[in-house]
Each structure stands twice: as C-alpha cells, then as structure tokens.
C-alpha cells in the first residue's frame, strides 16, 4: 500500500468557526482533533478528512489551493451559493470574467472557494468536491502522481491533474506563471504511511522524488516537516494506525 492523503489542514483564527462553516457547506461531521483543531470526517468518497488547527496568524494573499464545488443542475449551484452565503461566506473577485459562470467565494477567514457551473465535463465523475484546484508547475503535478500513487489524469499544456484509483477529487495545478508564495501556506497536506509502514523510509522515498526538508526549529513529535518542488509544505505523519 502507498501513502495515504490523509488530510488537508487549513490554519485557522477560529478553528472551531471554520470547521462549522465548512460542516455546513459538505454535510460531513464534526469531530475532535487531537492538536487542538477540529476535524471533519467525510460523509462520501472524498478519500481524506478535513482539519482546522490553530494558527495566529493573518491571511495575506491568495491560497494555493482552494475547492472546486460541482453542481448537478443551476437550481443547485444556487443552493450552495445561498447557503455558504448564509453560512458566512462572501462573494470576492480574484479577476473572473464577467462571462464565466462559476461563482468565486470565501469562507469567515477568506479562504477561497468555487461553485461551478452545472455541465462542466472535466468534473463530470467526481463528487461535490470536485477538485482541490492548486497554483503549480508540471514538475509538482508529477510529484505528487508519484508521492501518492494516484495517475495523472491531465498532462496538457504544462497543465496537471491527478486522482485516486478509489474515486473522490481531482487535484489540479495550473501551470505556468506561479503567483508568488508569501510565507507559510495556509492549507497544507497531511500524509500518512501504511499502518505498516515506516516514517523514515517514507520520507527518504518523497526526498527522493524532489521534496525537501524544512527546519522549523521546534520538535513536532511524530510528524516530519518537508516542502514539495513548488516550496508547499506538508507533513509526513507515523504510520497511520494511530491516524484512525
């Protein structure tokens, strides 16, 4: 077995404020973390959990990864724009097109989201997340084909995607020019390897494949630290039998 997405984080002000809006949004159950944060738990094929943990500090630029939301039909579409709206969320502009027809919006800590139009093909299979939409180069989009062992399902015009085998989101990067990364990410991956697997081991293979070490100065017990080729950060947990 290969390593396991296990969650995306997001660092929150107010974890437990986010963690209901998005509660809301998905339909997935709250649940405890246990460094502080709140978890939810998907309710469908998604594959990986939610977690919002404590942060102090501000979001001051765009995120690099954000939702893609599918809509069956318009009446749908509509419904998820008023009840993220009633939610918290707000309507931003981040240079859309008066012609498109997704809806661009952010959660109560202005994380970007899309609502996507009813009939968009590339989504057509995958569920109400359809994709994790992500900032990045071809090379990060091959790194993370190998890192989690899911196919590319795009490969166009320096253009990448990937899925898992199982199902659930697609996550794509968009290629070239890459905004400019100011500080920590505020999203970012939690891998987990197999229950009996090792966490070196795994973390030698990822450095293998392009990763690099980050030196935060502080002891994270029981999670390694690394960046992927485009600088994103993620953590490698201890095998996931004590990830349940």
Not at 108 to 119: R, T
Not at 124 to 152: K, M, T
Not at 180 to 208: I, M, W, Y
């Amino acid at each position: 077995m290969t390593t396991q997405l296990f969650a995306l984080c997001f660092d929150a002000n107010d974890p437990l404020r986010v963690g209901q809006f998005w509660a809301g949004v998905l339909g997935w159950e709250l649940a405890d973390d246990p460094h502080d944060g709140i978890a939810l738990l998907p309710s469908d094929d998604t594959g990986f959990r939610l977690r919002f943990l404590p942060s102090r500090e501000q979001k001051t630029g765009p995120n690099r990864i954000h939702f893609d939301l599918t809509s069956a039909s318009l009446d749908q579409q509509q419904q998820t724009v008023a009840t993220a709206l009633k939610l918290g969320a707000r309507h931003i502009d981040v240079g859309q097109l008066p012609d498109e027809d997704h809806v661009v919006l952010a959660d109560p800590e202005g994380n970007e989201f899309c609502v996507i139009e009813p009939g968009n093909n590339f989504l057509a299979e995958c569920g109400f997340i359809g994709a994790l939409s992500s900032d990045g180069s071809q090379r990060v989009g091959y790194f993370w084909s190998e890192a989690l062992g899911w196919p590319l399902v795009w490969d166009q015009d320096q253009e990448t995607a990937i899925r898992s085998p199982y199902g659930g989101p697609k996550i794509t990067w968009g290629g070239p020019p890459l905004m400019p990364k100011t500080g920590k990410n505020r999203l970012h991956f939690d891998l987990a390897p197999p229950a009996d697997g090792d966490q070196q081991v795994e973390v030698d293979r990822l450095l293998s494949l392009g990763a690099t070490r980050i030196d935060t100065g502080q002891d994270d017990v029981g999670r390694v630290l690394l960046a992927d080729p485009d600088g994103n950060e993620f953590c490698v947990l201890t095998p996931r039998k004590g990830h349940a």
